[in-house]
């Protein structure tokens, strides 16, 4: 009986270390070796401080009014950044609203109407579905192609830049299908706002004279 506990105890011990400890430590050490900017959660730093990371979306919206900050695009609606809740990446997760829940329609609602206020839009006028659906994780850091061209006069005139200035940026941060075959063509909305903020220094931005996009 003994020597049966002593043989239980010595190998939960040792799987213990082998999985709980040299495991870990060696795909860690690996990972840092082959993939050291995604092992570290692909970080975005400006100036020595870092500002985001290039998987997890992040707002470009006022916190409390949940309209879209003048001169950035704005990405996909979501859970983790509504009006009132902060900006907090813990919140990882969708609504879990159905298709037919009326809080998911009025919010769906709302965004519509922002949106086509925002690029002045017809009252009629598409929106990409994107814009207005939020991911299962809420974090998505991308918007489509067709998201973003919507999205070009109002940050060109917001710029006083001409739209295809602004539409070669769209184009320079817009990744095509992973492989070639997975997934649709992406444009990251930090990469594609921090490639605006490049051209036009933030403070300098609000001196700018706003002229039509053409």
């Known amino acids: ?22 495991y870990p430590l ?3 050490a690996l990972a840092q070796v ?14 020595g401080t870092v500002i985001g990371s290039a998987v997890i979306g992040q ?3 006022d916190g409390k009014t949940g309209e879209v900050l003048p ?6 609606p979501s859970a983790a950044f509504t009006p009132g809740n902060g900006d907090s990446t813990l919140v990882s997760s969708g609504s879990n609203y159905g298709p037919t829940n009326r809080a998911l329609v009025d919010r769906v609602t709302v965004d519509v109407a ?11 006028a598409p929106i990409p579905v994107d814009l207005v659906a939020a991911s299962a994780s809420g974090l998505d850091p991308d918007i489509s192609p067709a ?3 919507l999205q070009v006069p109002r940050v060109a005139r917001e710029r006083g830049r001409r739209a295809d200035q602004v539409r070669a940026l769209v184009a320079a941060n817009t990744e095509g299908r992973t492989l070639g075959v997975l997934g649709e063509p ?16 933030a403070t300098s931005r609000e001196s700018v004279v706003a002229t039509p996009a053409r």
């Open 71 to 76: 001169g950035y695009f704005r990405g996909r």
């Open 26 to 28: 060696a795909i860690t």
């Open 34 to 47: 082959i993939f050291p900017y995604q092992a570290n959660g692909s970080l975005i730093a400006r100036g």
């Open 1 to 22: 009986m003994m020597r049966q506990l002593r043989t239980a105890l010595l190998m939960t011990m040792l799987l213990t270390v082998l999985t709980g400890l040299a």
């Open 59 to 61: 707002p470009f919206v």
């Open 186 to 201: 992406r444009v990251n909305v930090l990469a594609l706002n921090l490639a605006l903020d490049a051209t036009v220094p």
């Open 114 to 124: 922002a949106i086509r206020r925002e690029n002045h839009l017809a009252a009629d």
């Open 147 to 149: 998201s973003a061209e």
